[in-house]
C-alpha cells in the first residue's frame, strides 16, 4: 500500500513538474543570435528594454511579427515568449518615420 502511493506521488510530481515546450520560434531565435539571452526568463519589462536599446532587432522583430500575425496564430499566441516579444516590440517606436502615402503637404 505504502509503495502504491508513493508511486502515484511521484507521477503526480512529475507532471506538475513539467512545464510544456513552446515550439521554436524564429524571432526569439533571432533575438537570442543578437546576444538577448534567454528570453523566455525575461520579464517584459527586460524584453523592452533590450529592445529599444538594438533598433536593427526592433525593426526585423517587428516586420516578422506582423507576418505571424497575419498567419492568424494560435488563441494563445499572447502568453507564449513570441507573442511577449512582438507585443512588447509593438509598444516601440522604430526611429523610422512611418510610410503614410505619396502625398506631399
Same mark, same amino acid.
Given at each position: 500500500?505504502?509503495?502504491?502511493?508513493? @508511486?502515484? %506521488? =511521484?507521477? !503526480?510530481?512529475?507532471f506538475?513538474?513539467?512545464?510544456? $515546450?513552446?515550439? *521554436?520560434?524564429?524571432?526569439?531565435?533571432?533575438?537570442?543570435?543578437?546576444?538577448?539571452?534567454?528570453?523566455?526568463?525575461?520579464?517584459?519589462?527586460?524584453?523592452?528594454?533590450?529592445?529599444?536599446?538594438?533598433? @536593427?532587432? %526592433? =525593426?526585423? !522583430?517587428?516586420?516578422?511579427?506582423?507576418?505571424?500575425r $497575419?498567419?492568424? *496564430?494560435?488563441?494563445?499566441?499572447?502568453?507564449?515568449?513570441?507573442?511577449?516579444?512582438?507585443?512588447?516590440?509593438?509598444?516601440?517606436?522604430?526611429?523610422?518615420?512611418?510610410?503614410?502615402?505619396?502625398?506631399?503637404?
Amino acid at each position: 500500500m505504502k509503495r502504491t502511493w508513493m @508511486a502515484a %506521488l =511521484i507521477l !503526480v510530481l512529475a507532471f506538475v513538474g513539467c512545464k510544456k $515546450a513552446e515550439p *521554436p520560434s524564429p524571432i526569439v531565435k533571432m533575438m537570442q543570435d543578437a546576444g538577448s539571452g534567454d528570453v523566455s526568463k525575461t520579464s517584459d519589462e527586460g524584453i523592452t528594454r533590450w529592445l529599444d536599446q538594438h533598433k @536593427a532587432v %526592433l =525593426i526585423e !522583430v517587428k516586420q516578422k511579427c506582423i507576418e505571424v500575425r $497575419a498567419s492568424n *496564430p494560435p488563441a494563445n499566441w499572447n502568453d507564449t515568449t513570441e507573442g511577449r516579444v512582438c507585443a512588447n516590440a509593438y509598444l516601440l517606436d522604430t526611429g523610422t518615420p512611418l510610410k503614410t502615402g505619396d502625398k506631399k503637404y
